[in-house]
């Protein structure tokens, strides 16, 4: 902030004459007496300055005139004292206003902070915007999968329901989706497998991210449909024909049968869907392919063990206990836990 000079009032001392060699006066002294036009100068340079700050410095030979840093202006009393009045407006030496502290700038810098302020308050309310859109999105999905989910489980067997009563609808219901479901086996095996793989996945990618600490609501909804897409396209296809592969590859009925056909599941199998998996994702997302082998590579070993985890445990009923056309609908059940630490 520019310096204020405070300049106290002094008594009227007629100057004496000076002498030929006596010292010149200095920069800083001040005129005793300022005449009435001088004065009626500076009140119209000082009001303009505060009015416009579009002023010229008034160019005098008057020592107050040239002070550095403040404009002076006399205003005589009706006793005749006077008052000097000091602004913070300050001359140059180049003849330039400067202006430093004042009342206007600083109403400016404020101004200036108020609108920054504002942006910010502006920007975070946008963004609370599209977070309720997107909640707001989310939850519409999850609203009309679920609805229309519990309708077609409920609705199965309407054609049935003729003097049914509630209790009748619950209690026939599982039993008519089964059989619509293996119905749905024998007319179409593929698609069926299919659409369970990619309901699946994306009920696994959703409780992963819920898993990742992501609001009920506030989910992914590109990354979700990535991995329902994986599922639909892929994991439902390849597992349908990978299932008949393995039992052509063990036509035997011995006990060692079961653990072979664990074994080679979570070697080459297991090996080759993860990496079919991760593959398929990495081009989903737009990677490129140095990028996808990076990720690959480093995730292959994790992945493969930690899968030695849970699928040798869920292999022995796969291969021991469910027949072969429902191996898939059993194998996505435990997928719900699969992806959802392969997704996360």
Known sequence: MASLHSISPHSVIPPSKPKPNSRPISKFSLTPVLSRNRLRTKLWALHSVVEGLDVIPVQSTDSTDQQEGVVVSRAEREGGSETELVSGFAASQEGRLSFEGAGELQGFSSSSSSGSVGDGVGNREGEEFERLVDRTINGTILLAAGSLAITKLLTIDQ???????????????PQHNWSAYEEALKTNPVLAKMVISGVVYSIGDWIAQCFEGKPLFEFDRTRMFRSGLVGFTLHGS????YYQFCEELFPFQDWWVVPAKVIFDQTAWAAVWNSIYFTALGFLRL??????????KATFWPMLTAGWKLWPFAHLVTYGVIPV????????????????????
């Open 159 to 173: 054609d049935y329901w003729h003097g049914w009563t509630l209790f009748e609808i619950l209690r026939y219901a």
């Open 238 to 241: 390849l597992s349908h024909y």
């Open 287 to 296: 990677e490129s392919p140095v990028s996808i082998f990076n990720e690959l």
């Open 325 to 344: 056309e429902q191996r898939l609908l059993w194998v996505d059940c435990v997928e719900l836990i699969w992806v959802t630490i392969l997704s996360t």
